[in-house]
């Protein structure tokens, strides 16, 4: 069974960093490209970064470039978002996907940023 679990959230002031994390255990993981959206109240869900199965590519919104950086651990079935330097326009609920399974959806994490 798929199953996604986003963890890492909280709250951080402008400048800061957090790490998420995805744990996503019931599919073939080290083979899918895992994905990394946001939303923020109001407003639609948006692709932050991707990464292939291997780790050895990955593309970034260029809101973030720069800033963000997504990683995997094929061995645990853990994918990462390293999110430095946030800003005022980075909160929202933070969520990961597979490709391969993209009717599939954990609960998010929320990522709150204010001083």
């Known amino acids: 069974q798929v199953q996604l679990v986003e963890s890492g959230g909280g709250w951080v002031e402008p400048g800061g960093s957090l790490t998420l994390s995805c744990t996503a255990p019931?599919?073939?993981?080290?083979?899918?490209?895992m994905n990394w959206y946001r939303q923020a109240a109001g407003k639609e869900r948006e692709l932050v970064a991707g990464?292939?199965?291997?780790?050895?590519?990955?593309n970034y919104a260029d809101s973030v470039k720069g800033r963000f950086t997504i990683s995997r651990d094929n061995s645990s079935n853990k994918v990462f978002l390293q999110m430095n330097k946030l800003k005022r326009r980075d909160p929202a609920v933070y969520f990961c996907?597979?490709?391969?399974?993209?009717?599939?959806w954990g609960q998010g994490t929320q990522v709150t940023v204010s001083s």
């Open positions: 996907n597979a490709v391969s399974h993209r009717g599939y």
């Open positions: 019931g599919f073939a993981f080290s083979s899918t490209w």
């Open positions: 990464i292939n199965g291997s780790g050895g590519a990955t």
